[in-house]
C-alpha cells in the first residue's frame, strides 16, 4: 500500500491552536499510534494527533495505561511523526516516567522530543506537577495538561465514571487548570467532566481546551481513533460517537478472504504471474 506524501502544507502549530480558540473555531484531535492510521488521519486533515498512553489498551491489549513505557511511546511516536504533513504531534508522558521529580519528567519529555521528532508532550496532574510542567517548557518543550479523568490514576480513583461531580472536587480541577495554563501550559485536556463544568474552565481560560466527555462548551474535542471509527467496539462510553463501523467491514473482508482462499478462488489468472 502506498499513501504518498504531499509538501508544501503548512504544518499546525501552538500559535495556530491559540489563534483558533480566538476565532472561535474547534480543534480537532485523535490518537494515532502507528504510520498507517497517522497517514490517513493527517490527510483527511485532523488539526491534532495524540500519541496517548491509550497505546497500552488499544495497541497491547492491557486493561489499563499503566504498563506502557517510555521506550514504547517513543516507538510509537516516531512512527506517527514519520507520517505527518500538517498536524501537531502530541504524545503522552507515560506512567512511572515523570512522576519521581521534575528532573525526571524533562529528562523524560526530552527524549520524546530527541528520539521520536514529536511536537509537544502531554502530562496527567495539576498542582503536584506544577514544577514539572515548568521545568519542561523551560527547555522549549510545549506541554498540554490533562485534568478530570485521568487514566494513570485509575487505582486511586476505583472507577471510570465521570468527575468532578462534586463540588469540591470542581473547585480543585478549576484551580489546577488556572495553575497549568499559569505554569505556561498551551492547552489543557479535560477528561469526563459534567459539560457545564468544562465550559466554565474554557470560558475562564485563554488557552484551547480540549474534550473529552466534557461537552461541546470547550474549544475542541479528543476521540480515540479506534473507537470513533467502530474498530473496537467492545468500548461504548455515553461520549462517544462511531463515525464507522471498521469492525463489521474489517471481519466481512477477512471472512470473503478466507472464504476465496478455501473455494481456491484466491489467487484468480490476473492476480498471478
Ligand atoms: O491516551 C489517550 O488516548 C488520552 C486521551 C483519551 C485524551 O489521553
Redesign the pocket.
Known amino acids: 500500500m502506498s499513501l504518498a506524501k504531499k509538501s508544501n502544507i503548512k504544518k499546525i502549530t501552538t500559535h495556530q491552536l491559540q489563534a483558533m480558540k480566538e476565532r472561535g473555531e474547534k480543534i480537532s484531535m485523535l490518537?494515532a499510534y502507528d504510520y498507517t492510521m497517522a497517514r490517513i488521519l493527517d490527510m483527511a486533515g485532523v488539526d491534532v494527533l495524540?500519541v496517548?498512553?491509550?497505546a497500552s489498551n488499544v495497541m497491547a491489549g492491557h486493561e489499563t495505561?499503566l504498563p506502557i513505557t517510555l521506550d514504547q511511546m517513543i516507538y510509537h511516536a516516531s512512527s506517527v511523526v514519520r507520517a505527518i504533513d500538517r498536524a501537531f504531534v502530541v504524545v503522552?508522558l507515560p506512567f512511572g516516567s515523570y512522576q519521581g521529580n521534575s528532573s525526571e519528567a524533562l529528562r523524560s519529555a526530552i527524549r520524546i522530543m530527541k528520539e521520536s521528532g514529536a511536537h509537544s508532550i502531554?502530562i496527567e496532574g495539576g498542582s503536584e506537577i506544577e514544577e514539572s510542567v515548568k521545568r519542561i517548557l523551560s527547555a522549549g518543550i510545549p506541554v498540554m495538561g490533562?485534568l478530570g479523568l485521568t487514566p494513570q490514576s485509575i487505582y486511586q480513583f476505583g472507577t471510570y465514571a465521570v468527575r468532578a461531580t462534586d463540588e469540591e472536587e470542581a473547585q480543585k480541577l478549576i484551580e489546577d487548570a488556572k495553575i497549568l495554563e499559569q505554569a505556561g501550559c498551551f492547552a489543557v485536556?479535560l477528561?469526563k467532566v459534567p459539560a457545564e463544568l468544562a465550559t466554565k474552565v474554557a470560558e475562564s481560560l485563554k488557552i484551547p481546551v480540549i474534550g473529552?466527555g466534557a461537552g461541546n462548551g470547550v474549544d475542541g474535542q479528543?476521540l480515540?481513533s479506534h473507537d470513533m471509527l467502530g474498530i473496537n467496539k467492545e468500548f461504548k462510553p455515553r461520549f462517544l460517537r462511531r463515525y464507522a463501523d471498521l469492525h463489521t467491514t474489517m471481519i466481512d473482508a477477512v471472512s470473503g478472504y478466507i472464504q476465496d482462499v478455501k473455494a481456491v478462488d484466491f489467487p484468480n489468472e490476473s492476480e498471478s504471474y
Open positions: 490518537t495524540l496517548g498512553d491509550s495505561t503522552d502531554k490533562h485536556v477528561e473529552i479528543v480515540v
